[in-house]
């Protein structure tokens, strides 16, 4: 079954200690689209300027992600740039250039209103309400959301917070929407703000799901160097969306393992500058992986 997909489709420079790499095709949309096709068509809503390089929209099509919701406007293509410090896991916004999203409303292709998976890729949280409430039925709607939002547009959020099946968002950010130090504590929380399942990244340590079910503890991949974590936490829910979506059955029976195919993804983002690396990787390599951290958790 198909997913629909609505983000940021961006352009990003990124500087870590040993390298700086501009304008890289980057953005929440783009990354979680990649991640999702490796198991389901995917169409993507999103907006990019007259700047954005055909080698990207290429890049797009070599994954067979429908284009029909991708709007190319006059104007420039919203632009992101951060920076990594030594250990990676801290990241500084340096600048964040709207451009063309600025004034961006999308109305949905009907054949889009159908899809039955939706992932509310990480964007304002008006565009996701208003995307949502073009849709028909959708089975199961996954959101994402990032510190800004929380910050700048909390009422939104809490309203949409009721209108999905599944949030994501790290601890930082669950911290911070809760005020509770304890995962287990902030998922109990969040779940009375509304969603039934509750994910909670903890970069290299992994993720927690929380639901009906109880918990879920789900691993990072472990690797030993990691080059450019800039979208990770996008592949993770990419990945989890179109591997839900490429199973038989309620979502809720193979949220577990759709969670350890958005973690492998995940991984293989992390190895190389924005999505270089998760562009080229085979769907083998995923399978891989997949086996390795099932070996590693049993006991
Ligand atoms: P992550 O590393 O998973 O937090 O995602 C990084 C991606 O989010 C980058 O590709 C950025 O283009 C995108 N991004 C950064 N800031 C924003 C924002 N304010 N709204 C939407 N997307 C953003």
Redesign the pocket.
């Known amino acids: 079954m198909s997913v629909l997909i609505v983000?940021?489709t961006?352009?990003?420079s990124i500087k870590t200690p040993k390298a700086e790499n501009p304008r890289?095709l980057?953005?929440?949309?783009?990354?979680a689209a990649v991640a999702a096709s490796f198991f389901s068509p995917v169409k993507m809503v999103g907006v990019v300027g007259h700047d954005f390089p055909k080698k990207y929209l290429d890049l797009y099509r070599k994954h067979r992600i429908d284009l029909g919701g991708l709007q190319i406007e006059e104007g420039r293509t919203?632009?992101?740039s951060?920076e990594y410090e030594v250990n990676m896991n801290n990241?500084r916004?340096l600048a964040?250039e709207?451009g063309v999203?600025e004034k961006f409303s999308p109305s949905l292709p009907d054949a889009y209103k159908s899809a039955p998976y939706l992932l509310l890729?990480?964007?304002?949280p008006a565009l996701q309400h208003h995307v949502l409430d073009q849709m028909w039925k959708p089975r199961f709607v996954i959101a994402?959301t990032?510190d800004?939002?929380l910050n700048i547009a909390l009422d939104d959020l809490l309203k949409l917070l009721k209108r999905v099946d599944a949030l994501v968002l790290?601890d930082s950010e669950a911290h911070q929407l809760t005020k509770a130090d304890n995962t287990v504590e902030a998922a109990r929380l969040i779940h009375k703000m509304g969603p039934r399942h509750v994910i909670i990244k903890k970069g290299e340590h992994g993720s927690v799901l929380s639901n009906g079910d109880g918990l879920f503890l789900c691993p990072a991949y472990p690797l030993r160097k990691v080059l450019d974590?800039?979208?990770?936490?996008?592949?993770?829910v990419g990945g989890l969306i179109g591997y839900l979506a490429s199973n038989r059955g309620p979502a809720e029976k193979n949220l577990r393992k759709a969670m350890v195919h958005g973690s492998v993804v995940a991984s293989f983002c992390c190895e190389g500058f924005?999505l270089t690396r998760t562009t080229k990787v085979q769907k083998r390599e995923i399978q891989k992986r997949v086996r390795e951290i099932e070996a590693l958790t049993k006991f």
């Open positions: 983000g940021s961006a352009l990003d890289l980057g953005g929440s949309a783009s990354h919203f632009h992101w951060g990241r916004t964040t709207l999203f890729a990480n964007i304002a994402d990032m800004l939002w790290n974590p800039t979208g990770a936490g996008d592949s993770f924005g």
